[in-house]
């Protein structure tokens, strides 16, 4: 019997934690499906994985058109908003061909972002994941405009029943697969000292993980100011990810990346010129991108995720593979992955003497950090299976083809 066929499609070609699900959920739906997928050629970071990983996805050489209005993205009042949106007028002809090229049985767009495609897939079935939080009131106007977007999908997925309810959709069939993790990936390959050895990191320090680069969405300066409170215990601040102060790219491109990206790269220089002002250059390291996460959490204590707006937490529950607690903004969001003082613990938004005071608690409380730790590997064996969250996806994926 002829397998069915299911079009992916992905808004972005970095490498994040959407990048990481498309990556695991295409490797479970191709057990089943026969699976295509569009993604962006530039940046080639996803690009460049997926290919390591075996899969070969069709790439396409514009800016996809995106409604970045999402907790943490743009809102209305900026050009950046429009200036993605707008894309999406100019590429409607294109994924018309591209739909009565593959003839999908589904087309399934990995993200919010892309809720407007709703409106061209109204003639095939399709499922939009969302894997973002609304902001603010779910009766604002671009809210409504949203969900009547999503509305137009034969399904949408979305990783926690928080978000299914604050989006109320009406029409469209519904179903919570919150996202999963390979867990061989992420158990200890080397103990602590190997691990901080291969990423010249102190192995006699408590070691502070922030997964999130210099992102000014996912907390940085408040990791930074709390570590520069704790700057007299024997504490360091581990950075992982991009650096978007650095530009590549030569000539006039680079000077476009530049200016397009002028608002990060100053955020960036007020990162580091907090770091210098508060002498505290040995106690933060920064160690760029990791494509193999395991060696990183190895070589940490703990995780935070100082979240300054409600955001979604995927290395919270990697850090669980192995039995390590995570710190993390007190954001309703996150109440059915972490609970305060079960498998981590929560902090005041925006507080990063609040922050450091958790941080501080853990170092001092090795049995606390061990209780916590156990619990939070428990939470992600439950919840962040490939069994349990791709069952609960693909069962609604045979419900509507």
Known sequence: ????????????????????????????????????????????????????????????????????????????????????????????????????????????????????????????????????????????????????????????????????????LKKAKTVVAPDYLDIEEYRVKNDKELACVNLNINPRSFNVLFVGGTDRLKGIDLAVRAISILKNENINLVVAGKDVGKITGKGIRRTIIKFKNRHSVEFSKQIKAIIKQKSIGEKVNFVGIQKDMADIYSACDILIFPMKEPHQARPAFEIGVQKKPVIITDFPNIKEFVEHGVNGLTFEPNNPEALAEAILKLKNDNDLLKKLGNLNYEYTINYHTEKYAMSRLINKIEEII
């Open 1 to 168: 019997m002829k397998k069915k066929k299911i079009l992916l499609i992905h808004h972005s070609g970095l490498l994040g934690g959407a990048g990481i699900s498309l990556y695991n959920t295409w490797k479970t739906l191709v057990k089943n499906y026969e699976v295509t997928c569009y993604i962006p050629n530039d940046p080639p970071e996803l690009l460049t994985f997926l290919r390591e990983k075996g899969l070969n996805p069709s790439t396409f050489t514009f800016r996809l058109g995106k409604l970045t209005y999402y907790s943490g993205g743009n809102n209305l009042l900026q050009p950046r908003f429009w200036y993605h949106a707008l894309h999406s007028i100019t590429q409607i002809k294109y994924w018309y061909s591209i739909l009565k090229k593959e003839k999908p049985d589904l087309v399934l767009v990995n993200s919010k972002v892309l809720c407007w495609m709703g409106l061209l897939l109204r003639k095939t079935k399709s499922l939009c994941f969302v894997r973002e939080t609304i902001p603010g009131s779910p009766n604002k106007l671009m809210n409504k405009i949203m969900r009547s977007m999503l509305d137009e999908f034969s399904a949408v997925a979305f990783l926690s029943q928080y978000d299914l309810l604050q989006t109320n």
